[in-house]
């Protein structure tokens, strides 16, 4: 049974940066692709960026793209989201997901029900 755990989360300035990690257990990572999401309070849980499984295809929210990097590292069962440049609105819980239905070489987070396995998230504030 895969299990997903979020980690480094915290508080940065504006302009700072954060690498959040996804670490799997249980199952590897290879048959899934993997979407990180955030929910602010208030707001609707939001796709931020996703790989796919092959590590070749990513995407990226349109207000993020050129700030979030996401990548994978198969041999230590992790996905990363490196954020920089980071800005108010990017305050929120953030979550890492798996895919297993959406074919290897592609990944998308506009539709969450295809994630069936989340981690319980990490706390990014954002303050000056």
């Known amino acids: 049974q895969l299990q997903l755990a979020e980690s480094g989360g915290g508080l940065v300035q504006p302009g700072g940066s954060l690498r959040l990690s996804c670490a799997a257990s249980?199952?590897?990572?290879?048959?899934?692709?993997i979407g990180w999401f955030r929910q602010a309070p208030g707001k609707e849980r939001e796709g931020v960026a996703c790989i796919s499984r092959t590590g070749r295809m990513t995407d990226y929210k349109r207000s993020v793209k050129g700030r979030f990097t996401i990548s994978r590292d198969s041999a230590k069962s992790t996905v990363y989201l490196q954020m920089n440049d980071m800005q108010l609105e990017d305050a929120a819980v953030y979550y890492c997901?798996?895919?297993?239905?959406?074919?290897?070489?592609?990944?998308?987070?506009?539709?969450?029900?295809?994630?069936?396995?989340w981690g319980q998230g990490t706390q990014v504030d954002v303050s000056a």
């Open positions: 997901a798996a895919d297993p239905s959406t074919p290897q070489t592609m990944c998308t987070f506009f539709y969450d029900y295809l994630y069936n396995n």
């Open positions: 249980g199952s590897t990572l290879h048959y899934y692709a």
